[in-house]
């Protein structure tokens, strides 16, 4: 007897209000303090307020956004102690979710890794920010992911999202850029010739340099 098809999952408006909403926040389009305009993104995305508002109540609770009685939702603004505190959680969960999965790396994860470091240094030379981003998350998940422990990487991810908003004023500037290049480049290179404790050395210089370069901006 023939199996009927699997019916596509349907995406609702509120998860592409949420989807529209991470991407803009991640792009830099929305930046820290920014207003949250519920009906221009209504109007945008051809749907009612309602969906847009519950993304937003779910991003509030990812502490991405905040609300302000009488001024409406707002982009989180981070203190220095915050970014910091993330980044050093960030560290706890990575150096060891890359432990676990250096060993089970294949030579078709380093290809794919490969393809995602040519893209983000083309993206790097035309400015290309919201490339750059892209490829720059999906580099390290996939690392991430090959480990299979889907729980850390939930943790990992939301940690990311909660300084989306800070990393296209990192890669807005071109040392930065071409910094991140070479780093990401001496990570895959200490993972692929199996040098474990090189990479998780990289990798920390790696947020290291991010979280410098963001206080000098905060700083501004």
Known sequence: MSQSPTR?????????????????????VLKPDDRIRQEQLATELGCSVIPVREALKTLEAEGQIRYIPHRGYHVTRLSLAELKETYLI??????????????????????????????????????DVATMIESNRDLHFHIFEVAGQPRMVDFIRMLWQATDSYR???????????????????????????????????????RSHAVAALEERLAE
Do not use: C, K, N, W
């Open 8 to 28: 596509p999952t349907r995406v609702t408006a509120q998860q592409l209000a949420l989807r529209h909403l991470r991407q803009l926040i991640s792009d830099g």
């Open 90 to 127: 960030r560290r706890l969960l990575e150096d060891e979710i890359v432990r676990i999965a250096a060993p089970r790396l294949a030579e078709d994860d380093f290809e794919h890794l490969d393809r995602l470091m040519d893209a983000m240094e083309s993206a790097s030379s035309t400015g």
């Open 168 to 206: 296209a004023l990192y890669y807005g500037d071109e040392v930065a850029r071409d910094r991140v290049d070479h780093e990401h480049r001496s990570i895959v290179e200490a993972l692929r010739t199996g040098d474990v404790d090189r990479a998780v050395a990289e990798l920390e210089r790696h």
